[in-house]
Each structure stands twice: as structure tokens, then as C-alpha cells.
């Protein structure tokens, strides 16, 4: 059997949530995930912006007409909101298979003694308590059936820090230490976690990162060749595929030009 028969048949019929899918890493998993399975499988995508759901859910499934897709706004911030989005889930989304907690962000550069608190708020209330919140919604349903896989982003930055990611590079250290832990609390079942952890990608990180000023954001990939969302998703999709025995526990991946936290020419990628 091929790689891609073997790929579509361990994905077949998956319930399958996202966070953060409207765009970047999210988005292109979805797509990767729906390309797979050959349209064999069912996505659960949310994220803030429900107008680009929708238009990612019209494109998935106009390439994939078996594909059966339940878009929803979700604010991972807003922690209070997760549980009763999960228990709200139609029917046949409700026994999930897979959580890609992917939604997080990063904002500003400032250093510590001026990082702003709404800035502090934001960051650790996406990165970690709502990945930790959904985390501890779906689990139960995990250990339920004693199954499930748990798809953890991270980042280079939770492995290694830098002057300005006083906050940014904690809760991607948090998220990397939740998934330790995770793992080896759930090693007497048949619950994975995997952990990908990426270097440069452009996708809207940075345009987040220094709140919509385009031209800043740009430049941080000037001259160079980062990933795209689409290259972490392949990885995410090769993990997911591998035989239930085996965890694709930790992965770093970098673009050519990176080897750690920060390029030579720009200063920090994460």
C-alpha cells in the first residue's frame, strides 16, 4: 500500500477540530488534512473571523464533495466559551478525534518593564489558557473511548529566547511543558500528543505581531525564504498518519537560512 492509500485510510472518517483555521497554519491544515483523506473525513473549524471560515469551508468543499465541514466562531481567549462550544457540537462532530490547538499569537516586542498588560493578557490568555482549557474539554471524550490524537503548536521560541520575547517565549515554553506533562500522564493509554514546534513562517503572524503595520511586518522576511503555513502542515498531517504505536513526540522545524530563535540578518523568527 502507498504512502497516501496508507495516509487516507488511517484518516478515514476522523472527527477532526482546528483552532485558528481561518488563516495561515490552520487554514493549510485544513486543506492538507481534506487533500489526505481524499475528502474522507470530517473537520470541525473555528476561529474568530467567521467570514473567512465560511469562505475556507465553501473552497474545501467544493474540492472535496464528501467532505463534511462544521465552521464556528470560537475565541479561545474567552475561556468560559470552550465548553459549551464543545458540548454544543452537532451529533455527528461530536465524537472528535483529533484537536489541533493551533490559535496563538504574538504581540509587540517590548521589552520587559514595558510590555503592555493588555498585551501580557492577550497572549497568555490565546497560547496557553485556552489551549489548556480545550485541551481539558476534549480529553474526557479521549479517555472515554481510550483514543484520540492531540496536536500541540509550539514554537522555536519556547525552546530558545530572545531580547523582546520576554512574554511571547513563555507561553510557547508553557505550551511545550503542558505537553510534556500531558504525555506522560496519559501514557497507560492510546492518547497521543504531538508537538511541532516551527521556526519562521509567513503567514499574519507578524503583521499581528506589530498590530496591522504592514510594511514592518514585511520586512521581517526581506531577502530571505520562510516557510509557509502550508509546510507546517505537512508536518502535522505526517504525525497524524503514522501508526497509532507511534508518537511524533517533538518536531523543530526551520526554513535553510534559520538554526535557532533568531536570523543572523532580521534578529527574532518564531
Not at 497572549?123 to 489558557?129: A, R
Amino acid at each position: 500500500m502507498s504512502f497516501g492509500a496508507k495516509a487516507a485510510e488511517r484518516l478515514a472518517n476522523k472527527v477532526i477540530l482546528i483552532t485558528g483555521a481561518s488563516s495561515g497554519i490552520g487554514s493549510a491544515t485544513a486543506r492538507e488534512l481534506a487533500a489526505a483523506a481524499n475528502g474522507n473525513l470530517k473537520l470541525i473549524l473555528t476561529a474568530r473571523r467567521e467570514d473567512r471560515l465560511k469562505k475556507l469551508s465553501s473552497l474545501l468543499m467544493n474540492d472535496f464533495p464528501s467532505l463534511k465541514i462544521h465552521s464556528a466562531k470560537l475565541d479561545v481567549s474567552v475561556t468560559n466559551s470552550i465548553k459549551p462550544f464543545i458540548s454544543g457540537l452537532p451529533g455527528e462532530f461530536s465524537d472528535i478525534d483529533v484537536l489541533i490547538n493551533n490559535a496563538g499569537k504574538a504581540l509587540g516586542k517590548d521589552e520587559i518593564g514595558e510590555i503592555k498588560e493588555e498585551d501580557i493578557q492577550g497572549m497568555f490568555q490565546t497560547n496557553v489558557l485556552g489551549l489548556i482549557g480545550l485541551t481539558q474539554a476534549v480529553i474526557p471524550l479521549f479517555k472515554k473511548k481510550n483514543s484520540g490524537d492531540i496536536v500541540n503548536i509550539g514554537s522555536v521560541a519556547g525552546r530558545e529566547t530572545y531580547p523582546g520575547g520576554g512574554v511571547y517565549c513563555a507561553t510557547k515554553a508553557s505550551v511545550k511543558y503542558f505537553s510534556q506533562v500531558l504525555r506522560k500522564e496519559l501514557i497507560n493509554t492510546k492518547i497521543r500528543v504531538l508537538e511541532v514546534d516551527p521556526g519562521a513562517v509567513n503567514t499574519e503572524f507578524s503583521l499581528v505581531r506589530f498590530y496591522g503595520d504592514k510594511a514592518k511586518a514585511d520586512e521581517v522576511y526581506e531577502g530571505v525564504e520562510p516557510l509557509l503555513g502550508e509546510d507546517i502542515a505537512e508536518v502535522i498531517v505526517f504525525g497524524l498518519t503514522r501508526k497509532q504505536k507511534t508518537v511524533i513526540a517533538e518536531t523543530l522545524v526551520f526554513p535553510t537560512y534559520q538554526a535557532g530563535s533568531a536570523n543572523i540578518h532580521k534578529g527574532p523568527l518564531e
